[in-house]
């Protein structure tokens, strides 16, 4: 599929729905850490909403592509389904354990600037423009003005270069994905988020295994908050994702990115009474500044009708 990307106002509600739901993760997450292994959470939660989805698939009577893939499209999905969430979930797993919460999040944050040269050169309607580039430029600094110095500071663990690297690997992991997952032929929108989940699952179940060893068995509550992220921010989040790529193109689901941290600042004050740090205003002016920059045009065809 390598039409022009089709941004519409659905495509924009989306996105905004995915930075909320992706924003709130970071808590959620924390709560499940404190009763479930790192890996173990990441294998969960793709395994649960690959069950999931796969239910939600065989009732929708298991389409996939329009007309029989070829090997190298079997291929091609199933290193999508290992770049978007098996190698990257495990990369983020362990790197975070090394480096600071704020790398992390500026980590997360480049998917925008690593899509961007790639889709120019493999992308129809995604070249790169000045306008463009400066615009995602903007909204980075803006992630990086939220974060803060945090962004920079070092941990003293001398596994942190590495870790470091696993960050950034694991958002290349994401935006190649992305391109890759926009190249893919015609497809059905429920079966190719439920392949690429099984396909996560294969390979984070095992992962998980050799590293935790069995799987340990979780308190009631930590389960449900489990179940709630397999549900929520993995499957149902998944699919959006996918319908969002595939029209709408992988330069603009990118746009995520810039609003996750953004989310999490604000949700962690709105719930858990943290305080909102005093850059937040300023960080989100030039947020907006940046992705009115790179999306002026969908902007313009969505508001002139």
Known sequence: MTDAPHITATSWLIVGILGITWGGTFMVTEVALTGI????????????????????????????????????????????????????????????????????????????????????????????????????????????????????????????LPGRLACITAASCYAIGSILLRRLPAANPIGLSTVLLLTGAALTIPVAWLIEGPPPLPA????????????????????????????????????VNYQVPVWSVVLGALILAEPLPRSLIVAMILILLGVGMTQYDALRRIFSR
């Not at 698939?57 to 290992?82: H, Q, Y």
């Not at 790529?245 to 746009?255: D, E, K, N, Q, Y």
């Open 37 to 160: 292994t790192p890996f173990w959470l990441a294998a969960s939660r793709v395994g649960f909403a690959a069950l999931l989805m796969t239910g939600v698939w065989a009732a929708s009577g298991f389409r996939l592509f329009s007309v029989p893939p070829t090997r190298n499209e079997k291929g091609t999905l199933l290193i999508i389904g290992a770049l978007s969430s098996a190698v990257p979930f495990s990369l983020l797993c362990w790197g975070q354990q090394y480096v600071s919460s704020g790398f992390a999040g500026v980590s997360m944050a480049s998917v925008a600037l690593v899509v961007l040269p790639i889709a120019h050169f493999t992308i129809p309607g995604e070249r790169m423009t000045l306008r463009k580039s400066v615009g995602f430029a903007t909204g980075f600094v803006g992630v990086v003005v939220l974060i803060g110095g945090q962004a920079f500071e070092t941990t003293g663990s001398t596994l942190e």
């Open 220 to 255: 009631p509550e930590i389960l449900a908050v489990m179940v709630f992220l397999g549900l929520v921010p993995t499957a149902a989040a998944n699919f959006l994702r996918v319908l969002v790529v595939r029209s709408a193109g992988p330069v603009f689901m990118s746009l």
